[in-house]
């Protein structure tokens, strides 16, 4: 929004994060920002907006597939400087029904899974529930817990691209309307699949490490458009991959 300098609006922004640090850095820039509230703020316009130094929070996203990477793989990870608070309360509670546990250790986040993956019933939401962003990676985590799982997909009803390519590794998934259903524990097998979207390629990742056997994922550029330096991280990490330009 331009606002004039001297003038002023209120917004109802969404609660999520990302507002709240943009606001701050707004704030620090000389920008003048109000909070009414929680989920409203008042905008000042300025003329000019000075610089400055802000820290660029890590992505909460992107720390919340390298602990489910770890935990189908029944491995342990640490998410240096991403302490278990920074995750939205509904991803924590999910996790917790999933067996996967979430410790503070030095600044960041411990991620293991010592009782092996559960199945849950849960539902995406807006901040602070479960992302919806992070549907697709769970969806693969949960092919690997005995029993069967239910997600009612509340914001993004048609994410399920993912669903025919799981499949195609094994997995015994289906949705009907914006319910997904899980049934595991499945024995995954190396596939030769292609990710339709940014979450969809990932939640393939994800299921090519707990897959027997060597997978061929294609749609990669999707993943990099979402992701700086997923795949690095992953290969840091022990994950034997190659990677061949599309």
């Known amino acids: 929004m331009d606002l004039p300098p001297g003038t002023s609006a209120i917004l109802n922004p969404s609660v999520e994060p990302e507002v709240t640090h943009t606001a701050a850095l707004l704030s620090q820039a000389g920008v003048g920002i109000e909070w009414r509230g929680r989920t409203a703020l ?9 610089g400055g130094v802000f820290t660029v929070p890590p ?19 640490h998410l240096d ?69 239910r997600i009612d997909e509340r914001i993004y009803t048609q994410r399920d691209t993912h669903l025919p390519a799981l499949a195609a590794f094994g997995a015994a998934v289906n949705a009907t ?7 595991g524990r499945s024995a995954l097998t190396g596939a030769d699949v292609t990710g339709e979207d940014i979450r969809a390629v990932t939640a393939l990742v994800i299921a090519a490490l707990a897959a027997e056997g060597t997978s ?26 190659t990677i061949d330009q599309e």
């Open 42 to 50: 008042n905008v000042t316009g300025t003329d000019r907006i000075r």
């Open 216 to 241: 061929t994922i294609r749609g990669m550029y999707h993943l990099r458009r979402g992701y700086g330096s997923l795949l690095p991280k992953l290969a840091a990490l022990g994950t034997h991959l």
């Open 177 to 183: 309307g914006s319910v997904i259903t899980v049934r």
């Open 81 to 149: 400087g991403f302490p278990p608070a920074a995750f939205p309360d509904g991803l924590v509670s999910v996790f917790a029904d999933a067996g996967i546990q979430l410790d503070p250790l030095d600044g960041g986040t411990a991620v293991s899974t010592p009782a092996g993956p559960r199945p849950v019933q849960m539902a995406t939401g807006p901040h602070p529930g479960f992302p919806t962003d992070v549907q697709p990676q769970l969806t693969a985590f949960l092919t690997q817990a005995e029993g069967t799982s």
């Open 59 to 77: 992505d909460r996203l992107e720390a919340a597939t390298l602990a489910l990477a770890a935990a189908i793989t029944g491995g342990t990870v």
